[in-house]
């Protein structure tokens, strides 16, 4: 297992908690913290006994404040260059693992920190948590997928209007737009992330990654390919031991029992 100085690894029967462990800064994203998630992931996505992963911020104010802009301006990089050897490599290894990925939202998430809460499958917040796409008060542009990601959960012009404005989107006005999963009183929000990790331990986990990588694809390919992509991983799916399982239980009407092979 990797050593982290900047998160928190942690696995525990099949399920990994990553939790961004800089809470003096609201959990700011410097390149040391955004190469370990990265490899948390990868170390994740490696380990077959793994199942679901769980994204978090250590403290209670901050999920992930963006980047570390003093970090930055001080490592010498370009903007380009920290986002194509650091975010841009974080973002897809979350996109790309083929587990699924909750996040539990405690607190703000802006600038890139929305953007990392966005590209996981899920996002479970606290009522009180809210994220923004601030790049523009700062005169930027939405970055870490953000572009991606926003037009395609809520449409372009509500993806314009919290892009140009930067304005606060509380957890229930997130989920009443379709920018998040699901929003829950603060007190409630480790009861309803264990409540989806129980889920997502015990379910078909070669079907999960299968629905990923296709999604994935999904807006930006014809009926035709996502046809056939279908067919591809459908035909993978049906020679492994979960369906075998899920088959077998379905015809004895009986509750399957999963191992993600």
Known sequence: MGTFQNLIFNNNDGIVRISLNRPEVHNALSLNLIREITEAI????????VRV????????????????LKAAMESGKTAGEMLRDGYNPMIEAIRNIPKPVICRLNGLAVGAGCSLALACDLVIASEDSYLSQMFVHIGLMPDAGASFFLPRLIGMARAFELSSTGRKIYAPEAVQIGLISRSVPKEKLDEAVEEAVSYYRHAPTKAIGAMKKVFNQSFQSSLNEILNLEMENQDLLYHTKDAAEGIASFLQKKKPDYQGK
């Open 42 to 49: 990868e170390e994740a996505c490696a380990d077959p006994s």
């Open 53 to 68: 992963i769980i994204l978090t911020g250590e403290g209670e104010k901050a999920f992930c404040s963006g980047a570390d």
